[in-house]
């Protein structure tokens, strides 16, 4: 039988030209005019999955853009994975940035150069190239299903309806993902965990107009003055968020997992360095891996107010404007968290000022356990390519849709990702090593093989 690295020393060159076929659609899902390259991307998606051995792959229109979908099923009896990608990428500006033209992909220093070289075209197309060497080598032990969404980087607004409207033909045991990150080239790592999002805009209004600070000053309450004095109380000395009710539904991480979470490598010192400051800081009782991974924040993303143009105007502002976000942890529902800080956040205003509370926008948080047999099966992949067993983290960012498809599906989500750091997905000079590129060809099979034994 052909062995995965006969099968890439025979094929490499052809793989990187189709990938490269690929990466030179501008798709680009948050600009019209690129509607029509998305609907180009589907329709290559369709043709590499139908050329790798998918028995058959389809288009599917959505409200927005298109998603591509493919199977081959063996037999019913057996398992089914649910491969999940997006084909949409980000905007390319500033284009000055850019040291090669963001859609004609340039190998250098051993990296693929281009825009959605990682993110996520490269590392959805292992998937695809992993599918091809168990089909060709009679190797696929279980049934695949594609599905390969054109909005992932605006959000995925269509597709949880494509969920519910496709919810049989998406049926499956585990969903596998890799559009996450490693800790490092020879630190494998899943992610097994994403943080969800609450997001508000708050308006507090004082007198019916600006006022001179002069004449008005220390009668009249000042709106900026007031909602800095609110938002400071929303979290104690201990940096506690003091919303009641916020963490009851906090899911406390095991101390087994928090003890893999810990193996992770951490230079503080550097961690500060590279941020310009003298000191960390957050909640009591964590560390700043877990204080960005398995706990929820409290942050003013932006406020405004009163005089800000250049020199003086003694004013007295009439309004006061912040926006305010909540990145939540597993078991903390968005929509009761966004119900919560506005009853507190209005209950908290004092009498000589007005409050007005807007939710923004919201997602759910995702986990995976560690002790699940998918995510059992991905461990022992990495193990046997990388040497080492890869570390759990969980992200301090969020994938919305991860969740949804939890909701929606009711499936697990594995996240195994090979992407680094140093990728600089959605900026400019993105680039993907062509070592994690072909090791997560390599890996890809090994999950399968382990999770249908």
């Not at 084909?87 to 220093?109: A, G, Q, R, Y």
């Not at 000191?279 to 929820?296: D, K, L, N, S, W």
């Not at 498809?405 to 900026?427: N, Q, V, Y």
């Amino acid at each position: 039988m052909t062995t995965i690295e006969q099968y890439l020393e025979e094929n490499k060159d052809r793989f990187l030209s189709e990938l490269f076929e690929l990466i030179r659609i501008p798709s680009i899902s948050s600009q019209a005019e690129h509607k029509a390259d998305m609907f180009r991307c589907a329709e290559k998606w369709k043709s590499l999955l139908l050329a790798a051995g998918a028995d058959r792959a389809e288009i599917y229109e959505t409200a927005g853009h298109p998603v591509t979908y493919g199977e081959k099923i063996i037999s019913p009896s057996l398992p089914t994975v649910l491969v999940y990608g997006h084909m949409d990428v980000m905007p390319v500006d500033p284009i000055d940035l850019w040291h090669t033209d963001p859609f004609e992909p340039v190998i250098k220093d051993g990296k693929i150069w281009a825009r959605g070289a990682d993110d996520d075209k490269g590392q959805a197309f292992m998937h695809a190239k992993a599918f091809e060497y168990m089909v060709a080598t009679n190797t696929l032990p279980c049934n695949v299903k594609f599905m390969i969404e054109g909005e992932e980087e605006i959000g995925s607004p269509s597709l949880p309806d494509f969920c519910r409207t496709h919810k049989d033909m998406l049926a499956a045991d585990v969903i596998l993902v890799s559009d996450t990150s490693m800790i490092a080239r020879d630190i494998p790592s899943i992610t097994t965990g994403l943080r969800g999002l609450a997001y508000w805009q708050v308006k507090v209004t004082g007198p019916n107009a600006d006022l001179h600070s002069g004449i008005f000053g220390g009668a009249v309450a000042n709106p900026i003055n007031t909602l800095c004095q609110m938002i400071a109380g929303m979290m104690d000395d201990h940096g506690h968020i003091t919303i009641p009710g916020f963490y009851d539904d906090v899911l406390q991480v095991t101390p087994e997992e928090r003890a893999k979470m810990a193996e992770a490598p951490f230079n503080l010192e550097a961690y500060q360095k590279s941020l310009g400051i003298r000191a960390v800081h957050g909640e009591e009782g964590y560390t700043t891996g877990e204080r960005t991974g398995i706990r929820p924040t409290f942050d003013v993303c932006g406020i405004w107010g009163g005089y800000t143009g250049e020199g003086a105007k003694t004013v007295l502002p009439s309004v006061a404007h912040a926006k305010i976000s909540s990145r939540l942890v597993p078991n903390q529902k968005h929509e009761r968290i966004a119900k919560l800080f506005k009853e507190h956040f209005e209950s908290i205003a004092p009498d000589y000022v007005k409050v007005e509370v807007e939710y923004l926008h919201g997602g759910p948080s995702y986990v995976c356990p560690i002790d699940l047999p998918a995510y059992k099966a991905a461990e022992k992949a990495y193990h046997e390519v990388y040497g080492r067993t890869p570390i759990p983290v969980r992200s301090g960012g969020s994938i919305p849709i991860i969740a949804s498809f939890e909701e929606i599906l009711g499936i697990k989500s594995i996240l195994m990702g090979f992407g680094l750091g140093s990728d600089a997905i959605h900026s400019p000079n993105e680039n993907y090593p062509l070592e994690q590129f072909f090791n997560g060809i390599r890996t890809i099979p090994k999950f399968y093989k382990y999770f249908t034994e």
